[in-house]
């Protein structure tokens, strides 16, 4: 996960995302901190290695809590793949964007978004970057639950030689409906030869 909860020195619950912090804080300076789940509350693991991208990950076992059970399977691709995307939209959307959330619980929707960006004017978009295999069908329910909700839905999927978006796939059939609909659809490539950032100091 990107994401996690931290106290403040006055008490409060803080949540950070990991992208944030690592153009802010050393490893150290993250490591000295405690981190919970902002789902179930049990404690998480700052993940600073020098190749993978960093991220938080649950002290032990995840399998009750409800991000484990919500989001897609965090692969270091998928993080990748969610985190550049928001950060794409934020840097397109501008000064209209008034706050990036990653793993954002939409109640009203009853889902957990990838990456939620809010708007100046309050108009809300969630977010879903799929990389592992989904179908038409949970295409469509996942975008029924957020529009439903009255929350603009970004599907971005990855693209690769090879890749579900073949014509006649089902990812090709979802992502033609999407467009049919009027549903923004960002077609990704993901280099694996990039490497992360080097460590911050």
Known sequence: MLSAVTT??????????MVALRRTFT???????EWH????????????????EWHFRHLRDASECPAHRELETESPRHRLLKQTAAEALQI????????????????????????LLTMTDATRLAVEAQ????????????????TDADVDVI?????EEGTRLR????WDNARTWLIDEGYMVVIA??????????LAR
């Open 37 to 52: 789940c902002k789902f179930c509350d049990v404690a998480m693991i700052p993940v600073l290695g020098a190749v993978r």
């Open 131 to 146: 990389v592992s295999p989904i179908s038409f069908e949970n295409v469509q329910r996942r975008t029924s639950s957020y």
């Open 155 to 159: 599907w971005v999927f990855i693209a």
């Open 92 to 115: 397109h959307y501008g000064a209209r964007v008034a706050s990036l959330e990653y793993e954002a619980r939409v109640k009203d929707a009853g889902r957990i978004a990838d990456a």
């Open 189 to 198: 490539t993901l280099d694996t030869e990039v490497t992360p950032l080097p």
């Open 167 to 170: 014509p006649g796939s089902s």
């Open 8 to 17: 403040t020195p006055t008490g409060e619950s803080e949540p950070r995302d």
């Open 27 to 33: 490893a150290d300076d993250i490591r000295t901190q």
